[in-house]
């Protein structure tokens, strides 16, 4: 009802404007003296002239705008009103035949009716651009191309709380432009003075993902006091989080385009099949639990030994997706038998195995054997019951430590990826690949939750060694792109991820700071030193390997100049023999001998 009572004043509008469209119609027809008698044939037919728009009007929904933000799209669905309602008069008239009616003020009204209720809903609109801004609305900058820009203005579109005052944009030849009657005011270099000259205490960085321009403001932003901004990523659209600004986040500033996906293949993979994710609580295995759920799966099986961890991911997938069967068991992948249980209850057709010890310095002493019995061992028994229960796909999830590692952790995950491919020749039904990839930005146990924290506590930030350098990804990517790997892979496979440049962690540490709008004199740097077992850079591929390209951009399938063997009894022997706490210098002999370019540090 109240949407009728707020519309109707609009719909009174409108029908005036035809009638009058009508009367003109006529008058346009008689060289602007409409004859005594014509003037009667023109009241006389208008009754049904008018319930022709009104039906035409209606069916296009065009009562539905808002006059305020009318744009193309809505003056296109104007257009698409007023010819039914032309067409749908035009064929009323003619059929009842009204004598000496002329023609051509058929052909003339629909494109007055056009001229006129295009022109009131432009008006409206520009009446209300013009308005003074209200006490709460503030002057907003914009950073991208006036291509990134419009997409942004026409998301804030109808914002109370903004209105923009400039644009910095990145391209030369549109500098001195104007969008919207917003002018370009400089290059994203000069959003300080750009700032002070316009008062703008806010910017939206309207540029994509991974692109300079979000670095090079926010090496700025301090200095210039910007609060900075950008829009919600597709998939907070998706979790309805709303499509207002949002302060920008490390993820905005290292991420890169959106990876694209085989939704068709996915699909088939995945629609109306059992999945099965080991480590489902972690990082990386919650997040291919919420992108395997979104792409149609029947039953979904998680496992993860952390009962909060599970509890969590069992709460937001039963709200998110209630179509979705989905199973959730606290298990360890290192007991076999409980593993089996599970798995040959369901039967899935595709086991993603991220269930790992990743933490490379506490596996480093102290917890050999846990890393052993965990990385090995269990990838061992998931990739074991895999081919046991006849899964179409097995995908482990390894990691650059695994080339040339000089720790225990990335020694492990190369012995997982051996063990995966030895598994692979008693299951020659199942296909078994590994995804390797490196560092992801809010992993458990990553420097981005350990910085934030520091600086939450006033500092310092510690950072080992000022030249270390990672290669970074987001969870969403990281966990997309493992999909696709396994959508893709034939047995035996290890897939390499795209990881871009490598940043250093002095920088990404800086990018924190300036992020939380704290400079270094505030909060220092402290470089304490490498960690036991931890290198300067890592690498994606071994001296040995070359990779080769596959359809998907950002995927490259590793290959060895002459592949490993192990032979899984000698594994499983050495692991029982070695008891609860073998010697550190045994656990690294052993992997030595099946690792050769492992280095081990003492």
């Given at each position: 009802m109240n949407l009728r009572k707020e519309i109707m004043p609009f719909w009174l509008v409108?029908?005036?404007?035809?009638?009058?469209?009508?009367?003109?119609?006529?008058?346009?027809?008689?060289?602007f003296e409409i004859p005594s008698e014509f003037e009667a044939l023109a009241l006389a037919s208008a009754r049904w002239m008018l319930p022709s728009f009104v039906v035409g009007?209606?069916?296009?929904?065009v009562y539905r705008q808002v006059w305020r933000y009318i744009g193309l799209p809505e003056l296109r669905q104007l257009g698409w009103g007023v010819l039914v309602a032309g067409v749908l008069s035009a064929t009323v008239i003619l059929m009842l035949r009204v004598p000496f009616f002329p023609r051509s003020v058929l052909m003339i009204h629909p494109l007055l009716v056009l001229v006129l209720l295009g022109a009131a809903r432009a008006g409206w609109r520009t009446f209300n651009e013009h308005s003074a801004p209200g006490d709460t609305s503030r002057p907003l900058l914009i950073v991208g191309s006036l291509k990134d820009a419009a997409d942004a203005m026409r998301a804030l579109k109808g914002?109370?709380?903004?209105?923009?005052?400039?644009?910095?944009?990145?391209?030369?030849?549109?500098?001195?432009t104007y969008l919207n009657q917003i002018p370009v005011l400089g290059l994203p270099s000069a959003v300080v003075e750009i700032s002070r000259s316009t008062g703008a205490k806010t910017a939206l960085v309207a540029s994509p993902p991974g692109s300079d321009d979000r670095r090079d403001v926010l090496l700025q932003s301090t200095q210039a006091g910007l609060t900075l901004l950008t829009m919600p990523r597709p998939d907070e659209w998706l979790r309805n989080d709303?499509?207002?600004?949002?302060?920008?986040?490390?993820?905005?500033?290292?991420?890169?385009?959106?990876?694209?996906?085989?939704?068709?293949?996915?699909?088939?993979?995945?629609?109306?099949?059992?999945?099965?994710?080991?480590?489902?609580?972690?990082?990386?295995?919650?997040?291919?639990?919420?992108?395997?759920a979104r792409l149609g799966v029947a039953r979904l099986v998680c496992v993860d030994s952390s009962e909060i961890a599970v509890y969590k991911l069992e709460q937001e997938l039963q709200e998110a997706h209630p179509q979705m069967q989905g199973l959730y068991y606290t298990a360890n992948v290192r007991e076999m038998e409980r593993l089996r249980a599970i798995a040959l209850q369901h039967k899935p057709s595709v086991f993603f195995h991220a269930a790992a010890y990743k933490h490379v310095p506490l596996m480093e002493s102290h917890n050999e054997i846990e890393a052993v019995r965990t990385n090995i061992l269990g990838t061992l028994h998931a990739a074991r019951i895999a081919g046991e229960c006849g899964a179409q796909k097995f995908?482990?999830?390894?990691?650059?430590?695994?080339?040339?590692?000089?720790?225990?952790?990335?020694?492990?995950?190369?012995?997982?990826?051996?063990?995966?491919?030895?598994?692979?020749?008693?299951?020659?039904?199942?296909?078994?690949?590994?995804?390797?990839?490196?560092?992801?930005?809010?992993?458990?146990?990553?420097?981005?939750?350990?910085?934030?924290?520091?600086?939450?506590?006033?500092?310092?930030?510690?950072?080992?060694?000022?030249?270390?350098?990672?290669?970074?990804?987001?969870?969403?990517?990281?966990?997309?792109?493992?999909?696709?790997?396994?959508l893709m892979g034939s047995t035996g496979q290890i897939y390499v991820l795209d990881m871009g440049e490598p940043m250093k962690i002095a920088d990404l540490a800086r990018m924190m700071l300036r992020l939380s709008g704290k400079t270094e004199q505030e909060i220092p740097l402290s470089f304490t030193g490498l960690r036991p077992g931890e290198k300067l850079y890592e690498e994606l591929l071994a001296d040995d390997e070359t990779t080769e390209p596959t359809q998907h951009p950002k995927l490259r399938v590793a290959k060895t100049s002459g592949q490993q063997a192990v032979k899984i009894s000698d594994v499983t022997q050495w692991i029982d023999d070695a008891g609860p706490a073998p010697g550190s210098r045994d656990v690294r002999a052993w992997l030595s001998g099946h690792v050769p370019e492992y280095t081990a540090q003492n």
């Open positions: 409108d029908l005036a404007l035809v009638c009058l469209a009508w009367w003109a119609s006529f008058w346009l027809r008689f060289n009007l209606a069916v296009a929904r914002s109370s709380q903004w209105h923009c005052v400039g644009i910095a944009s990145p391209i030369f030849a549109e500098q001195g709303g499509s207002s600004p949002r302060k920008i986040e490390l993820e905005d500033l290292l991420g890169r385009q959106a990876v694209e996906l085989n939704e068709h293949g996915l699909a088939s993979l995945f629609s109306g099949k059992t999945v099965f994710v080991s480590g489902a609580g972690g990082s990386i295995g919650s997040e291919l639990c919420r992108q395997i995908v482990l999830i390894s990691t650059d430590k695994a080339v040339n590692p000089t720790n225990i952790m990335g020694a492990t995950k190369r012995m997982a990826e051996l063990v995966v491919q030895s598994v692979a020749i008693e299951h020659p039904a199942t296909a078994y690949v590994s995804v390797r990839f490196g560092n992801v930005l809010g992993s458990s146990g990553s420097v981005v939750p350990l910085f934030s924290e520091q600086i939450a506590k006033g500092g310092p930030i510690t950072v080992t060694h000022p030249d270390i350098v990672r290669y970074f990804m987001t969870i969403p990517e990281a966990a997309r792109l493992v999909l696709q790997a396994g």
